[in-house]
């Protein structure tokens, strides 16, 4: 198929071999897509280096979303490289652990509120800012991930759904703003996956077990799932779909009331 030839696609939010961002950058180079990455910190460096050679990766830059002046340095040096950019990936999401454990008017505060939405919205944008001009008229696509949490309540899931709800928002402004330069804008919102941003999590494996029973599917979603439908977002083949939240998630959401089987199956 190889539907992502000659495109050249950023990834940023690779950091263990779970990260969803892993399962993206694989199904990416599958679809013959070139890939340049970024690491957060120097502690994931070589790790991502690491991974970059499966993918023949041509470019590999550090890159903490939380920094303007980082953003702005990786995109000087991406140009050095490539003189366009036709795909980027913001697989990036963090609040404060206290913020993720307890009754969500309790735990929450002002600044844990204020770095989940920085980390986790507007690090969108700003990478939309920073890779524009490289972006621009080449009929690019921006993708980040999404999760339910944005639109309904769930124990502990608490700041972070309002940043993802603002992120969501985040799509569609910018899909507006940047579709006129050809660029389009969309998110997947995957069902749980454990990944490390899932590990810190009280009860995950409890989530998970209870997502299973209740999905249409019968099962959890993998990252190489989520890395399909990414990959598919982010090719000519999606050229019309722009503004989007698209749910990977095994049809989760949308039932109301899953299954009232007491086994897994049947
Ligand atoms: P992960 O821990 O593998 O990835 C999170 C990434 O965010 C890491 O690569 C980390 O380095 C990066 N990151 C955090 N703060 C950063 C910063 N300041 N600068 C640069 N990078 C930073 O976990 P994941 O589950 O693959 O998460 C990727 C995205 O998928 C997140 O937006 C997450 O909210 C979303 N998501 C996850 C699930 C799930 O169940 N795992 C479900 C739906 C959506
Ligand atoms: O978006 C996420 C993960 C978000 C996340 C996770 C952590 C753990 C470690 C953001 N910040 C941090 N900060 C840390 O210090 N998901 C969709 C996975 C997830 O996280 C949950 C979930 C699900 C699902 C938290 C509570 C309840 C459900």
């Given at each position: 198929?190889?539907?992502?030839?000659?495109?050249?696609?950023?990834?940023?939010?690779?950091?263990s071999?779970?990260?969803?961002?892993?399962?993206i950058a694989?199904?990416?180079?599958?679809?013959?897509?070139?890939?340049a990455?970024?690491?957060?910190?120097e502690?994931?460096?070589?790790?991502?280096?690491?991974?970059?050679?499966?993918?023949?990766?041509?470019?590999?830059?550090?890159?903490?979303?939380?920094?303007?002046?980082?953003?702005?340095?990786?995109?000087?040096?991406?140009e050095?490289?490539?003189?366009?950019?036709?795909?980027?990936?913001?697989?990036?999401?963090?609040a404060?652990a206290?913020?993720?454990?307890?009754?969500?008017?309790?735990?929450?505060?002002?600044?844990?509120?204020?770095?989940?939405?920085?980390?986790?919205?507007?690090?969108?944008?700003?990478?939309?800012?920073?890779?524009?001009k490289?972006?621009?008229?080449?009929?690019g696509?921006?993708?980040?991930?999404?999760?339910?949490?944005?639109?309904?309540?769930?124990?502990n899931?608490?700041?972070?759904g309002?940043?993802?709800?603002?992120?969501?928002?985040?799509v569609?402004?910018?899909?507006?703003?940047?579709?006129?330069?050809g660029t389009?804008?969309?998110?997947v919102?995957?069902?749980?996956?454990?990944?490390?941003?899932?590990?810190?999590?009280?009860?995950?494996?409890?989530?998970?077990?209870e997502?299973?029973?209740?999905?249409?599917?019968?099962?959890?979603?993998?990252?190489?799932?989520?890395?399909?439908?990414?990959?598919?977002?982010?090719?000519?083949?999606?050229?019309g779909i722009?503004?989007q939240?698209?749910?990977?998630?095994?049809?989760?959401?949308?039932?109301?009331m899953g299954?009232?089987?007491?086994?897994?199956?049947?």
């Amino acid at each position: 198929m190889s539907f992502l030839q000659g495109k050249r696609a950023l990834i940023v939010g690779v950091a263990s071999k779970l990260s969803i961002a892993y399962g993206i950058a694989s199904a990416f180079h599958r679809e013959g897509a070139e890939i340049a990455l970024t690491y957060q910190n120097e502690k994931l460096k070589k790790r991502v280096e690491e991974f970059g050679k499966q993918w023949d990766a041509k470019v590999i830059l550090p890159c903490d979303v939380a920094s303007d002046d980082e953003i702005t340095s990786m995109f000087t040096e991406l140009e050095k490289v490539w003189d366009g950019v036709d795909i980027i990936v913001h697989s990036v999401g963090y609040a404060p652990a206290n913020e993720l454990d307890g009754n969500y008017v309790d735990v929450t505060t002002r600044e844990g509120f204020r770095i989940a939405h920085d980390i986790s919205s507007y690090s969108f944008v700003a990478l939309a800012k920073g890779g524009r001009k490289l972006m621009r008229g080449r009929n690019g696509s921006m993708l980040t991930l999404s999760y339910l949490g944005a639109e309904k309540t769930l124990p502990n899931y608490n700041v972070m759904g309002l940043a993802k709800a603002s992120l969501e928002a985040n799509v569609r402004y910018m899909a507006a703003s940047l579709g006129p330069e050809g660029t389009r804008v969309n998110a997947v919102s995957a069902g749980p996956i454990r990944t490390l941003a899932a590990s810190g999590i009280k009860s995950f494996r409890k989530m998970l077990a209870e997502n299973e029973k209740r999905t249409p599917l019968r099962r959890n979603v993998t990252i190489d799932e989520v890395g399909n439908a990414a990959a598919f977002l982010s090719s000519d083949l999606a050229s019309g779909i722009s503004g989007q939240i698209v749910y990977v998630d095994g049809g989760f959401c949308s039932t109301a009331m899953g299954s009232l089987d007491s086994e897994t199956t049947e």
